[in-house]
């Protein structure tokens, strides 16, 4: 469903922000890409997006590839976003067509679907009430919903629960579980790893824009000796304090015998 193949972007001033990526997520699976801040999550979903090009490698969905169909490759895409915000002045059900309309909907469908993802999303009560009255949880909710609106094959999860109480976390883990029965091809980006580990098939640890591991929670406990995720980043965190240690002591090195 998607594939990722040596996707690298090194950005102007030379940073390499993500180093020959590669991963494939299937149908119905929920994929952990994982790291500390800087490690290149959000720049690899920018580039999945198609509002990042990268410097080299390539992202496709069902055989769309982004570098040539970057239109069609966001049509298949959900995107939900901690930093997304709602139109205060609109209702749901309008904020619902509008993006219905932007996905070429037609208006038939459109009804249908925004019928429907009231159902699913438990958005009747409020949906056609401004937005600006709606809680936290009800706003969660909606922007879970618009995500959806055009019924895509593939969901893409930024910090979804970032500053969310335990029931707005809790609308999360549900939706998870929507998608991954409605057969969804899901990348998940989080700092919370307990969470993570809660609902995630398999994990990316993803460093300095390098996939330093993979696998079922079990395949990384096995291959690291570590229980947790968070013990596998304590060590890799220190791994790469030491090798940068190496680095600097041999460049002073080298430069003390030049």
């Known amino acids: 469903m998607i594939e990722l ?21 299937e149908s119905g699976e ?5 790291g500390p801040n800087g490690a290149g999550k959000t720049t690899t979903l920018r580039m999945i997006l198609g509002l990042l090009a990268p410097t ?22 959900g995107l939900v976003s901690a930093s997304a915000e709602l ?16 996905y070429g909907l037609r208006k038939e469908n459109a009804n249908a679907r925004v019928e429907e993802l009231a159902r ?13 009255t709606l809680s936290t949880g009800q706003a969660q ?9 055009h019924d895509p094959p593939v969901v893409l999860l930024d910090e979804p629960t970032r500053g969310l109480d335990v029931v707005g976390a809790k609308v999360v883990f549900d939706y998870v579980q929507l998608l991954r029965t409605a057969q969804k091809a899901i990348i998940l980006c989080t700092h919370q790893l307990d969470e ?30 570590r229980p947790t995720l968070v013990d596998m980043f304590l060590d ?23």
């Open 120 to 132: 699913v999303m438990d958005l009747k009560n409020f949906i056609d009430r401004r937005c600006q």
């Open 87 to 102: 139109y205060q002045w609109l209702t749901p059900r309008e904020i619902l067509h509008y993006f219905a309309t932007g």
């Open 56 to 77: 080299s490698g390539e992202a496709s969905i069902q055989g769309c590839r982004v570098s040539n169909e970057p239109l069609r490759m966001k049509r298949r895409i």
């Open 5 to 25: 193949a040596e996707l690298t972007k090194v950005y102007d001033s030379g940073v390499v922000a993500v180093d020959r990526l590669s991963l494939s997520v």
């Open 30 to 34: 929920v994929y952990g890409l994982l």
């Open 196 to 225: 993570a580990e809660r609902f995630c098939d398999r994990f990316g640890l993803l460093y300095r824009g390098k996939l330093r591991h993979e696998g079922t929670l079990a395949e990384l406990q096995s291959s690291t000796g």
């Open 141 to 149: 909710r909606m922007n879970l919903a618009r995500a959806l609106i």
């Open 236 to 258: 890799l965190l220190n791994d790469a304090d030491e090798e940068e240690s190496s680095e600097t002591m041999a460049k002073q090195s080298r430069a003390t015998h030049e």
